[in-house]
Antibody, heavy 120, light 108 residues
Framework: QVQLQQSGPGLVRPSETLSLTCTVS????????WSWIRQPPGKGLEWIAY???????NYNPSLRSRVTISVDPSNDQLSLKLSSVTAADTAVYYC??????????????WGHGTLVTVSS | SFELTQDPAVSVALAQTVRITCQGD??????ASWYQQKPGQAPILVIY???KRPSGIPDRFSGSTSGNTASLTITGAQAEDEADYYC???????????FGGGTKLTVL
């Protein structure tokens, strides 16, 4: 059974960098695309970025300048760094596996979510 | 703003059929996938591709596309189907992932 276990601080101070890790168990991170998605309280889903283990990445244009996503195949881990955070970055952050073809893709597995609050 | 447009809220009587729609130009090219999210939980995939259901998703959930509109249909809605539903596809360029704004489904 494939599981995504998220870890990272739940509180980040304004202007600092948010850092989260997602550990994949039951599968290898080296086979698929992996993504970060967030959801502000009471609002909808927002895609942040996705990455293939080999290094190919794709970012939400609205967040690209502040986001770094990386994969560590040796530990089956996906990481997210979001710099210069503000209160608007307060959200539940999810990691997810992205599967699909050229004409469709879908997030078939999701982490449990990590609520990150930006506050001093 | 979203390039995929969903009605904010829809209601259905118990055991009746409901259709939740998602509109966007990119749906003429890319299939939508659909996610169910209950309060305090992560989203789960319910429909993807032309009309595919992941293992464990009841067959009362189905998907279709016509022109620029993708639809999620629940035939015989149950109380446990009350949730938020999100569509997902690509933007018009095909380069980026986008989500609809979500539809809150109430089962009466």
């Amino acid at each position: 059974q494939v599981q995504l276990q998220q870890s990272g601080p739940g509180l980040v101070r304004p202007s600092e960098t948010l850092s989260l890790t997602c550990t994949v168990s039951g599968a290898s991170i080296s086979n698929d695309y992996w993504s970060w998605i967030r959801q502000p309280p009471g609002k909808g889903l927002e895609w942040i970025a996705y990455m293939y283990y080999s290094g190919s990445t794709n970012y939400n244009p609205s967040l690209r300048s502040r986001v770094t996503i990386s994969v560590d195949p040796s530990n089956d881990q996906l990481s997210l760094k979001l710099s210069s955070v503000t209160a608007a970055d307060t959200a539940v952050y999810y990691c997810a596996r992205l599967l699909g073809t050229a004409m469709m893709d879908y997030f078939d597995l999701w982490g449990h979510g990590t609520l990150v609050t930006v506050s001093s | 703003s979203f390039e995929l447009t969903q009605d904010p809220a829809v209601s259905v009587a118990l055991a009746q059929t409901v259709r939740i729609t998602c509109q966007g130009d990119s749906l003429r090219t890319y299939y939508a996938s659909w996610y169910q999210q209950k309060p305090g939980q992560a989203p789960i995939l319910v429909i993807y591709g032309k009309n595919k259901r992941p293992s464990g998703i009841p067959d009362r959930f189905s998907g279709s596309t016509s022109g620029n509109t993708a639809s999620l249909t629940i035939t015989g809605a149950q109380a446990e189907d009350e949730a938020d539903y999100y569509c997902h596809s690509r933007d018009n360029s095909g380069n980026h992932v986008i989500f609809g704004g979500g539809t809150k489904l109430t089962v009466l």
